[in-house]
C-alpha cells in the first residue's frame, strides 16, 4: 500500500510499504477512508533534518474496519470507525477518568518503537481497538458527514477540550488564540458551551469569516502589546478575559494568552508548545492568581458527547476543511497549508 | 513610634518614625498587638543591596483600633482586628469574587508609593478599612487565641489557598513541598478538606514533627530526583499524587512540583516564585495535561470560613511560632529564621 512519510523538513513523499496486518489479538486493521494534514504536522515539515530518520505521518483518520484480532470485541468488520490521535486501552484508570492521552498502555500515532505508522495511508494496523476505536453506525463512505465526522479525531475535540478545561460557561467572555482548525472549532465549542463574547485572535480573513460563523462576536487581526490592547479593551472593563484557549503553540501566542488574562483566570493551551520554558512568575501567571491547565486533548472522551450535533447537522466542524487532495498529492498538501493558501486539507485515498 | 526597617541584605533596624494618623476618610489606625516575620521577608533579607532605599516591613498583624476615618462603617474603636496580608477595598468585582489580592484599588503593605508602612511596628495605618480589617468580638489582647488569629493574616489562610485552588478533596492524596509556615498549615488545611494521604516534603524534623501533628502521612525527607521517587513510591500505583502543594518558591521546589504530579493532576503554588521562567511544555505540564495554579492568596475570604476551628479550638494552627521576640528584638528574628533555628517568630510590641 501507499503510505506519506517525511523525511526532512519539506520533504514529503509517497512510498509502498507492506499492507498492515493485525500483529497481536487486541490488533484491527482500518482501510483509511479520509485522512487529513494537521497545523501540528507543519511543527516537524519545518524542523526536521537531514540526520532524522524517514517517519510516517498523520494521526486523523476515519475509516473501514478490514480485520480485527481475536480479543477484539466492540468493532467488527464493515464497521465506519473514528480513529482518535491517540491510541489508548479504555481500560485504565486515566482512560476510565477520561484522559486517554494519558493511557498507561497507550501511545500516538507514527511511532517506530511500537511498530505503529499514520494515518496518511491507505491502511493502519490500530493497537487496542476497543478502547480507541469509535465505531459509528449507519455511515456510508460517501456521506457528506464524514469531513465532520473526521474532525472528531483530533481537530474538534482539541478545541473542545480547550473550552473544557477553560471551564467555558454561559454568558462567559472568552478569547480564542489562533485562526487555524483548532483555534476555529474552540470557537465552536466556547459557543456551545455558552460563552456570550468570543474574540478570536488571527489575522487571515477568511478564517476569521468561518470563526465568526462558528460564533465568534469579535476579531482582533493585530498581535503582540497593540492586539492585547485591542482585545482587553472588548472586555468588560477592559480588565481581560477569564477564559482564553491558547490554540497555536508558540511562545508569541502564549504571551499573548497572559497578556489578555484578566486575574483570576484560566489559559487553556491545545496548541502543542514549541517551547519549553515560559513565563509563570509574579509578573505572568502567578500575580493575578492565573491557572494554566489544558494538554493533548483526550478527543476519544469526547466523541461521544459531540457526535449527536455533528449527526443531526446542528453543527458544522467539516467546514475547516476548504482543500482536498489524493493521497498521491499529499506532498502539495502540506505545501499548500505551509503557506497559508490552505487551511485544513482532507485527503482522499 | 517604632518601626522595622530594612536597609541591604541581613540588615535590618528599628528606627523612630511619627505616629500613623487618619490621611483618608476610609483608613483606620491599629495599634499592633501582634506581628510576625514572614518566609517571603527572607527573600529581600537575601537579595537587597546598598542601592536599595530602606523600607518598612512586615505584613502580618492583629491589633486594636486607635482611630477611623469618617466614612469606615464596619469597624470601631477598640476593636480587635485582623489584618490580611494585602488590603482592598471589599467592593470591587474582584474582591465580590474573594480574590482581594487583585483588587483594583487595593495593594500591599510597606508600599512607599501608597505611603502604606508595614506591620512589624507599633502601629499601622489601614487603607480601606472597611474592606481590608476583620474585627473579632471578644478577643483580649492576651488570649492565648492571638497566635492562632495572627497566621488567619497570612500562613493559614495561604495554605487554605493552596489546598482550595488544587481542589483538594475527601479520599485524595496530596503532596506538599516545603516545612515552613505555609507548607505545614497546607498540610493543614488538606487534613480539613478531606484528604487521606498527605505527604510532606522538607527535611527540618522539628518542622516536619509539627507537619504529622497537623495531619501529614508520611515524610520525605530526600530532594531532587531521589526524593520525586521516594514521593511516587507512596502514591497509588506509583503514578504520583493528583494535588501538589507548592509552598517555597524557588525552582527546585517547583522541579519537585512537576515530578510527583499524577497526568491530570493539579500543582498550586502558594511559595512567592523567586523565578520568571520554568518549564511548561510537553515534558512537564502540557504533555500529562497538567494544571498549574495558585498565587497571591486572597486571606481576606477566608477568615470568616477558617475562623470557627480557630475560636472553637479544634485546630491550633499557631503551633507555627515556636519564637518570640519584642519589637526591639526584630533584627534577631531575621537571623534565627534565616539560620533556621527559628520556624516562624511571633514579634511583641
Redesign the interface.
Known amino acids: 500500500m501507499r503510505a506519506a512519510f517525511m523525511y526532512s523538513a519539506g520533504d514529503v513523499r509517497i512510498e509502498q510499504i507492506p499492507d498492515p496486518v493485525i500483529e497481536r489479538p487486541t490488533d484491527a486493521v482500518v482501510r483509511v477512508v479520509r485522512s487529513c494534514i494537521c497545523g501540528s504536522d507543519l511543527h516537524p515539515y519545518h524542523s526536521r533534518t537531514e540526520n532524522d530518520a524517514r517517519t510516517t505521518m498523520g494521526h486523523e483518520f476515519v475509516g473501514v474496519v478490514e480485520d480485527i484480532g481475536a480479543e477484539v470485541a466492540t468493532v467488527r468488520t464493515g464497521d465506519f470507525v473514528i480513529a482518535p490521535f491517540a491510541w489508548s486501552d479504555g481500560t485504565c484508570?486515566?482512560c476510565l477518568?477520561g484522559?486517554q492521552?494519558?493511557c498507561?498502555h497507550g501511545g500516538f500515532w507514527n511511532d517506530a518503537r511500537h511498530g505503529v505508522l499514520g494515518g496518511q495511508a491507505e491502511a493502519v494496523r490500530v493497537p487496542l481497538a476497543d478502547g480507541t476505536l469509535f465505531a459509528v453506525p449507519g455511515i456510508a463512505e460517501d456521506s457528506p458527514l464524514v469531513p465532520s465526522l473526521l474532525t472528531l479525531s483530533d481537530v474538534y475535540g482539541t478545541g473542545w477540550h480547550a473550552a473544557r478545561?477553560a471551564g467555558v460557561g454561559a454568558g462567559d467572555t472568552v478569547v480564542v488564540i489562533g485562526d487555524g482548525a483548532v483555534g476555529l472549532l474552540a470557537v465552536l465549542s466556547a459557543r456551545q458551551l455558552g460563552a456570550d463574547q468570543i474574540i478570536l485572535m488571527g489575522r487571515h480573513e477568511v478564517r476569521t469569516d468561518l470563526g465568526r460563523r462558528f460564533g465568534a462576536t469579535d476579531v482582533v487581526a493585530d498581535r503582540g502589546a497593540e492586539g492585547i490592547a485591542q482585545v482587553r479593551e472588548l472586555t468588560p472593563?477592559g480588565?481581560g478575559a477569564a477564559k482564553v484557549l491558547e490554540a497555536v503553540g508558540h511562545m508569541p501566542a502564549y504571551r499573548q494568552a497572559v497578556g489578555v488574562l484578566r486575574?483570576?483566570g484560566t489559559i487553556s493551551?491545545v496548541g502543542?508548545?514549541q517551547?519549553?520554558?515560559?513565563?509563570?512568575?509574579?509578573?505572568?501567571?502567578?500575580?493575578?492568581?492565573?491557572?494554566?491547565?489544558?494538554?493533548?486533548a483526550?478527543v476519544r472522551a469526547y466523541i461521544e458527547e459531540l457526535l449527536p450535533a455533528v449527526l443531526s447537522g446542528e453543527v458544522d466542524p467539516g467546514l475547516v476543511f476548504d482543500r482536498t487532495v489524493t493521497l498521491d498529492e499529499v506532498p502539495r498538501g502540506y505545501r499548500e497549508m505551509d503557506e497559508r493558501t490552505a487551511l485544513k486539507v482532507l485527503v482522499t485515498p
Open positions: 484508570e486515566f477518568a484522559l492521552t494519558s498507561v478545561t472593563g480588565l486575574p483570576g493551551r502543542v508548545p517551547y519549553e520554558e515560559a513565563p509563570v512568575g509574579f509578573r505572568s501567571l502567578f500575580g493575578k492568581n492565573a491557572t494554566l491547565t489544558g494538554g493533548p483526550p
